[in-house]
C-alpha cells in the first residue's frame, strides 16, 4: 500500500510536471496558460492513477496467486461515490479456492479440505477451511479439532459443522470434486 501511495504521488507530480511545461510554452508563444492548469493536471494524474489501480487490482491479484489456486467468485460492484463504475462495474472483492492441495479424508474419499481464500481491495488476505462432500454434494465450515480428541474427522465434522448444500454446477464443487476426482 505504500508503493501504491507514492506511485499515486509521483502520477500527480508528473501530469502537474507536464502542465508546468505547457505554461512555460505558453509564455514564449506570447499567451498565457490559466493559473488552474498545474492543480488540474495533478489531480487528473492522481485520480486517473487511482482509478487504473481499481481495475487492474483484480488482474494483477489473479496472476500472482500460485498452481493450484483457482477463482470461484468474483465480486462486481458499482457505487455512487465512484461514477466511473456504473459505466464498468469494478472487482473489489473474490474469492479463490486452493483445489489443487485438497485433502481427501482417509476413511471417506469423498470427503475433501480444502482453503478458500477470501481477497479484498485494501484489506488483508483471509483463510477459510472448508469441508467439501463431493457425494452430497455439500459444504462446511471446518472447525479445528480440540488438543486431545479422540474423534474421527467425519465424527468431528458431523458434530460440530452444519452442513450447506452445493449445486453440481457450483465452481467450488467443480474445481474441487471434479479435479480430484
Known amino acids: 500500500m505504500l508503493y501504491e501511495f507514492i506511485a499515486t504521488i509521483a502520477a500527480g507530480f508528473g501530469l502537474a510536471g507536464i502542465a508546468l ?13 490559466p493559473k488552474w492548469l498545474i492543480p ?16 487492474n487490482w483484480y488482474d494483477q491479484e489473479v496472476a500472482q496467486l500460485p498452481k493450484g489456486v483457482t477463482v470461484i467468485k468474483k465480486v462486481e460492484e458499482s457505487t455512487w461515490f465512484r ?9 473489489l472483492r ?3 479456492a486452493d483445489s489443487g492441495n485438497a485433502r481427501p479424508n482417509a476413511d471417506n474419499k469423498d470427503i475433501y479440505l480444502v482453503n478458500l481464500y477470501l481477497f479484498e481491495r ?9 469441508v467439501i462432500d463431493c457425494a452430497a454434494p ?3 465450515d471446518y472447525v479445528l479439532q480440540e488438543k486431545g480428541s479422540q474423534l474421527t474427522i ?13 449445486a ?3 465452481p467450488l464443487f467443480i474445481s474441487v470434486c471434479a479435479n480430484n476426482a
Open 40 to 55: 488540474l493536471f495533478g489531480a487528473a494524474g492522481i485520480f486517473g492513477f487511482q482509478i487504473h489501480q481499481e481495475y
Open 138 to 140: 455439500a459444504r462446511a
Open 94 to 96: 473474490f474469492i479463490a
Open 168 to 170: 453440481t454446477d457450483d
Open 122 to 130: 485494501r484489506r488483508s488476505v483471509q483463510q477459510v477451511p472448508q
Open 83 to 91: 461514477p466511473w463504475s456504473y459505466v464498468k462495474p469494478q472487482t
Open 154 to 166: 467425519d465424527e468431528h465434522v458431523k458434530q460440530t459443522t452444519k452442513w450447506r448444500p452445493l
Open 21 to 33: 511545461i505547457i505554461t512555460h510554452l505558453s509564455k514564449l508563444s506570447g499567451r498565457r496558460a
